[in-house]
């Protein structure tokens, strides 16, 4: 089942944060950030895993809650290359047969001004 | 830029024909994904090959079908083409040592898929 993406839409100034958020109805494992740009290729942010490990870029934070099975995305200090749509990809058990497979969530538009 | 490679970046063709898209994944990733992105549908996980072998499987239609080479490049073959397949076709490789889902996925630039 897909994960719910909130808010679906957010704007900003150039300087202001923002938090988006994704919350699914099935145990996660794992929780995919990716930024895409109108017309490009998705571009990986952040991976959280269950248990706490975490890897990505030095400027993006996010967390995961793994009791809530929610994740949140923090864009502190947002810059003009910041706009694109965010996705989070959710990855189900390491274990099962499928646990190569991400389901994504429906996008957050994230616009920011000078 | 990703290391990913995607032939060819635009195809348009009709109804009830067949089309093949290739995926050459970064050098020593053995990890090859492919995704739908169509409008209504957002970011749609197809299928997963990890070093030659099918590792997870999403909602892939029956006319797709799939396919990664002792090289490692990947093939998605669509064939029966709808008006509704049109769409953006991704491709990502990890390096998947073990094809577990945690691995970061690097995206190709995409082939746009219109069918008239």
């Known amino acids: 089942q897909q994960p719910v993406q909130s808010p679906q839409a957010v704007i900003l100034r150039e300087g202001e944060d923002a938090v988006i958020n994704c919350s699914s109805s099935?145990?996660?494992?794992?929780v995919h950030w990716y930024r895409q740009k109108h017309g490009e290729a998705p571009v990986f942010l952040m991976i959280?895993?269950?248990?706490?490990e975490q890897k990505g870029h030095e400027k993006i934070s996010a967390s995961f809650n793994e009791k809530k099975q929610q994740s949140s995305l923090y864009l502190t200090a947002s810059q003009l290359s910041y706009s694109g749509t965010y996705f989070c990809?959710?990855?189900?058990?390491?274990?099962?047969?499928?646990?190569?497979?991400?389901?994504f969530g429906q996008g957050t538009i994230l616009t920011v001004h000078p | 830029d990703s290391g990913v490679t995607q032939t060819p970046k635009h195809l348009i063709t009709a109804t009830g024909q067949r089309v093949t898209l290739r995926c050459s994944p970064r050098?020593?990733?053995?990890?090859v994904y492919w995704y739908q992105q169509s409008l209504d549908q957002g970011l749609q996980f197809l299928i997963q090959?990890?070093?030659?072998?099918?590792?997870a499987k999403g909602n892939i239609l029956e006319r797709f079908s799939a396919q990664q080479f002792p090289d490692l490049h990947s093939e998605l073959n669509l064939s029966s083409l709808e008006l509704g397949d049109s769409a953006l076709y991704f491709c990502?490789?990890?390096?998947?040592?073990?094809?577990?889902?945690?691995?970061?996925?690097?995206f190709g630039p995409g082939t746009r898929l219109t069918v008239l």
């Open positions: 099935k145990a996660l494992y794992s």
């Open positions: 990502a490789s990890s390096v998947g040592t073990s094809g577990r889902s945690y691995n970061e996925q690097f």
């Open positions: 959280l895993l269950k248990g706490g």
């Open positions: 990809g959710t990855g189900a058990n390491a274990g099962g047969t499928s646990y190569g497979k991400l389901t």
């Open positions: 090959y990890y070093n030659g072998e099918e590792r």
């Open positions: 050098s020593g990733d053995l990890s």
